[in-house]
């Protein structure tokens, strides 16, 4: 690994630290460096709050602010150059006399797209660019997914017994995952906006979708889908907690902490669906159920990642069975004690 390329992990784990706490703004991570010594850290740790270039150079102690415009500064996404909830960290950069900036990857928000390692240039900084740039991009996968594909990036998961199964023959509730990956959930929610459900799956098993991994997060916004609001609002998802988008196609209003989306009433609401979460600014949603809503974002094609848990010790002979696999994915696996953990992404 090169020099450069230390300092970028270094900006990438700083950034992971932000994981599930700022979107839908990106998770970045700055390092300011002299002579090979770290002399400040940052990161972007709250949504509205200052960017990491900033958060790391106003930590800079005071005995080392001399060695400002002889250090370089390593930052895992191309600074702004917007005014948004903060000013252009390009300005503060510039105003810094910081002379040489090395980027791991372009910003693909359109008010930023390649202007602000323009800007820098122009303003006659050093500019390198791509260090660790295909890590930077999968750290912000749901960021950079959001802005291309404008729609919130799709997380499929299901658990499954190891003949396949998801449920109990009458689609009923059954217990699949061990404790320790039922924990492994609560993590994957808390590092998504939305946690999505279908209509069938709040009839039957009435879950709340909160998260209850006992770490601090932002709780993620509840979806479901309830096409002709039938679902009684005693059901444990429209109870307070975390707020809650239900899709349907009647109407379209708030009440508390329930928003009411209507969409046009096609055979497949799922696009319509999709866009209105990118008009929401949800930037991920993780997807848990039931299996005709898993089986219509894989039919659509719509969905980056699959998760999928297998308990190899557990069976349900005649029971209901999980979605199918599109052919030929490439994943990887891990165990957690009986239960085989799946992550397939989408070429
Ligand atoms: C950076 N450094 O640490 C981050 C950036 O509303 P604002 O002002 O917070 O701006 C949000 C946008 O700024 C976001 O969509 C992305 O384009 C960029 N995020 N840029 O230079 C950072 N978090
Ligand atoms: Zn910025």
Redesign the pocket.
Known sequence: MSADERYMSRCLLLAAKALGKVAPNPMVGAVLVHDGRIISEGYHRKFGGA?A?VDCLDAVADADRHLIPSSTLYVSLE??THHGK?P??TDRIIRERIPEVVVSCRDPFPQVDGKGLEQLRDAGVIVRFGALESQAEWLNRRFFTFHRKKRPYVILKWAQTADGMIAGPGKERASISNPMSSLKVHWWREAEQAIMVGTDTVGQDDPMLTVRSGRSGVDPVRVVIDRYLRLPLTRRIFHPGASVVVFNTLREDHAGHLRYCRVDDEKDLLPAILDRMYGLNLQSVLVEGGVVLLESFLRLDAWDEIRRITATDKRIPGGYPGPLLPEGLKGDAAMIEKDKIEIFTHE
Do not use: A, K, V
């Open positions: 960017h270039e600074p702004c903060t252009p960290c």
